[in-house]
């Protein structure tokens, strides 16, 4: 019963936030939350949603930003967990490279690094895998 209630919750929490994306398709937070609620089982999954939070955020301030986006601004977060989130599922789906480089620039974003990527750098400099990684 218990594992009903937990998947029934991520049904309705999933139908939500999809509908407020349906809403408003910019509402990078849903993205980043919907990513988060297919990332163990579908990284393939998540990271579609992550990637699409990550590309509205970096359309949003135009031009090309040279800027930080500290953690301590709230409204910089939503984009923060996507781009985390998407170089995560890079890292899961073997891409260490390609997640390598969005945890750069992650840490240049957002140098205090309030999401551990810099944990993660670590991780794939040494060639783990995800699976193998202390990160999780």
């Not at 170089?87 to 073997?94: A, N, Q, S």
Request: charged share 25%.
């Amino acid at each position: 019963m218990t594992v009903d209630l937990r998947e029934s919750g991520k049904v309705a929490a999933r139908r939500t936030l999809m509908n407020l994306c349906d809403e408003d398709l910019r509402c990078v937070d849903g993205h980043a939350h919907l990513g988060n609620l297919a990332f163990e089982q579908l990284p393939k999954g998540a990271i579609r949603h992550y990637g699409v939070g990550l590309r509205i955020g970096e359309l949003s301030p135009g031009g090309k930003f040279e800027g930080l986006l500290p953690w301590a601004a709230l409204d910089n977060r939503p984009f923060l967990r996507c781009m985390h989130g998407y170089g995560l599922c890079l890292w899961r789906l073997g891409l260490l490279a390609e997640s390598k480089e969005i945890f750069e620039r992650m840490l240049w974003l957002n140098p205090t690094d309030n999401q551990g990527v810099r944990f993660a750098l670590d991780e794939i400099g040494a060639k783990r895998r995800w699976e193998d990684s202390e990160y999780q």
